[in-house]
T-cell receptor
Framework: GENVEQHPSTLSVQEGDSAVIKCTYSDSASNYFPWYKQELGKRPQLIIDIRSNVGEKKDQRIAVTLNKTAKHFSLHITETQPEDSAVYFC??????????FGAGTILRVKS | GAVVSQHPSRVICKSGTSVKIECRSL??????MFWYRQFPKKSLMLMAT?????????EQGVEKDKFLINHASLTLSTLTVTSAHPEDSSFYICSAPPGGRVYGYTFGSGTRLTVV
């Protein structure tokens, strides 16, 4: 099955700085690479995703880059704001199959 | 967009009792539903996959007799925690996979179960 590692486990940045979270996976069949943001007691919220035929995708301050050869993908948040503080999960999968979540990264944006 | 309605959002029950959690797809048909459990400050762990019209598939280590999953129709999947114990206290959340016109995974709002 899929083995997912996510780093770092916690990340503190100053408001306005950039944050990068990396996710490494093992199953070469995975073709869907989402990032979720979860606030305390809430459901995970999809913030960006990428399919395996694309190397990078950007949506305003958020971007995801994929290296299928090395089996890792990363979340990039620029110009961080206090409201970006949350737990972030990667969840690579074969699209339509179960999501396998990483351990999560606690992002703290200090103002 | 697609919506999965999950109820109850919070429940407190006594040890030894059973609790049923429902997930309904409101504007689409969900032939499959994934059920996750999340302990405080931990990740979401898949417990089982329910499929309409067939038996659920449980992940290794999940007791099928304790966590009863039923996919009664194309819009309803339920998880029943039987003979609940304090260690079953957790956040339970369902998720429907993409399909048809639905892109991406649709999550319920979650159920906070506390067993006292």
């Amino acid at each position: 099955g899929e083995n997912v590692e996510q780093h770092p486990s916690t990340l503190s940045v100053q408001e306005g700085d950039s944050a990068v979270i990396k996710c490494t996976y093992s199953d070469s069949a995975s073709n869907y690479f989402p990032w979720y943001k979860q606030e305390l007691g809430k459901r995970p919220q999809l913030i960006i995703d990428i399919r395996s035929n694309v190397g990078e995708k950007k949506d305003q301050r958020i971007a995801v880059t994929l290296n299928k050869t090395a089996k890792h993908f990363s979340l990039h948040i620029t110009e961080t704001q206090p409201e970006d503080s949350a737990v972030y999960f990667c969840a690579p999968s074969l699209y339509g199959n179960k999501l396998v979540f990483g351990a999560g990264t606690i992002l703290r944006v200090k103002s | 967009g697609a919506v999965v309605s999950q109820h109850p959002s919070r429940v407190i029950c006594k040890s030894g009792t059973s609790v049923k959690i429902e997930c309904r797809s409101l504007d689409f048909q969900a032939t499959t539903m994934f059920w996750y459990r999340q302990f405080p400050k931990k990740s979401l762990m898949l417990m089982a996959t329910s499929n309409e019209g067939s038996k659920a598939t449980y992940e290794q280590g999940v007791e099928k007799d304790k966590f009863l999953i039923n996919h009664a129709s194309l819009t309803l999947s339920t998880l029943t925690v039987t003979s609940a114990h304090p260690e079953d206290s957790s956040f339970y959340i369902c998720s429907a996979p993409p399909g048809g016109r639905v892109y991406g995974y649709t999550f319920g709002s979650g159920t906070r179960l506390t067993v006292v």
